[in-house]
């Protein structure tokens, strides 16, 4: 099969690579028919997590067509049109009975403060992810789900991580009615996160980028009002003065560690094997809240050392949320909302790239090329 390949920093290319078996009486063998880059593999294509091997293949979002099953899976057959949660989780541990599949304690060799995702380095457990023609997926009956039949494949595809992700951080900011939410990051997470917050009941949803074409998607898709932080001298400021001197209800921080990279991430990163990543956003975030308000965090973040204002969070008597969002928890709310068409997922998707040609697409995502906001990759079996 043709499957993207990790070769170090800034350097993947297409390869022929063996098409993935059974392992186990519960894996499925998936023919992905779309797959995307997400925000967060551009931390492992600049080589700033931690063991990020030679050889991976990376996405943790795609959907498919089940091709084979292994002898116990009960739910799927061949044949079947397939949406599948970027975590992968056992179903039965002490955090999967409460819902909690994004720290599954049985699928991660590696950590036991991280579950497993696919495609996102031995840190989260070593799973070759879908950007390629085939992937494989444990625990077959656990998360993958059939896509309803008024389902359109991209609006599935965006509910396997980004969209789920965004609504899980407006969940995260236990926003209530007219409160003023304030989302860091206009990437595709947080434009999901503030078209969420007005579902959630917010009265005033603002949105912080540097790119002014991230910025005009989020006036037309979130209906957010916006500021591009390189016109002010300091932002916490501007924010503190647009909302009464008070600060916001709740703070999304949709960013995590900067996806472009420092100098000292790429140090750390390239060099040193360590990255936790710079924690501006979310310094940002705890200044412009209001005392007693909400963080919600769910960027990706390195596992090791982020100066975090903590102190700060501390005097102003913050709530902080935070976790790697569970998939699929949030899908029955997500699918209502779609087939009601208060959400229609693919509206943010601007590039649509053949899996041949996936190192031209991470360069234009990572080089915020071409007004690029989320590139799905087809591969060559699909089209």
Known sequence: MEAMVYRGPYKIRVEEKDIPRIEHPNDAIIRVTLAAICGSDLHLYHGLMPDTRVGTTFGHEFIGVVDQVGSSVQNLRPGDRVMVPANIYCGSCWFCVRGLYSNCHNVNPNATAVGALYGYSHTTGGYDGGQAEYVRVPFADVGPSLIPDWMADEDALMCTDALATGYFGAQLGDIK?????VVFGAGPVGLYAAKSAWLMGAGRVMVIDHLDYRLEKARDFAHAETYNFTEYDDIVVQ??????FLGADVAIDAVGAEADGNFLQHVTGTKLKLQGGSAVA???????VRKGGTVSVMGAYGPIFNAVKFGDALNKGLTLNMNQCPMKRQWPRLFEHIR???????????????LEHIAEGYHIFSSKLDNCIKPVIVPSSAA
């Open 239 to 244: 924010m503190k003065k647009d909302t009464g």
């Open 177 to 181: 009615e007219r409160d003023t939410v």
């Open 282 to 288: 979310l310094n940002w975030a705890i200044d412009s």
């Open 340 to 354: 009601n068409g208060y959400l229609v997922p693919s509206d943010i998707i601007t590039h649509r790239i053949p």
